[in-house]
């Protein structure tokens, strides 16, 4: 079954940090850049940050920039996002998605669009 699989949410208080991780399962993740979105209670999913497949360049939403490293080891078929100074407006179900790329491409995907594979999300409580 191909699939992506989030681990690593969990409570943590406001400040704090959590590493995530994208696990792919039955295809090989270093032919897909990778995009990271949230999901608010009560509000729509969007993408905050990506990698692309090469793992030499990401983006990330001016929200999280200089707090948010995402991260990738081709080899152990992972990517990772790790999240410092979490705030409790992040709280939400954290997703991976992944799009197929050309291997020198440097963009990644932080929209929806044409999104291959999706994990089923792992949930972030940032709360005191």
């Known amino acids: 079954q191909l699939q992506l699989v989030e681990s690593g949410g969990g409570l943590v208080q406001p400040g704090g940090s959590l590493r995530l991780s994208c696990a792919a399962s039955g295809f090989s993740v270093d032919t897909y850049a990778i995009g990271w979105f949230r999901q608010a209670p009560g509000k729509e999913r969007e993408g905050f940050g990506c990698i692309n497949r090469r793992g030499d360049n990401t983006d990330y939403a001016d929200s999280v920039k200089g707090r948010f490293t995402i991260s990738r080891d081709n080899a152990k078929n992972l990517v990772y996002l790790q999240m410092n100074n979490l705030k409790p407006e992040e709280t939400g179900v954290y997703y991976c998605?992944?799009?197929?790329?050309?291997?020198?491409?440097?963009?990644?995907?932080?929209?929806?669009?044409?999104?291959?594979?999706w994990g089923k999300g792992t949930l972030v409580t940032v709360s005191s």
């Open positions: 998605a992944a799009r197929a790329a050309y291997l020198r491409q440097r963009s990644c995907p932080r929209s929806e669009t044409n999104m291959e594979f």
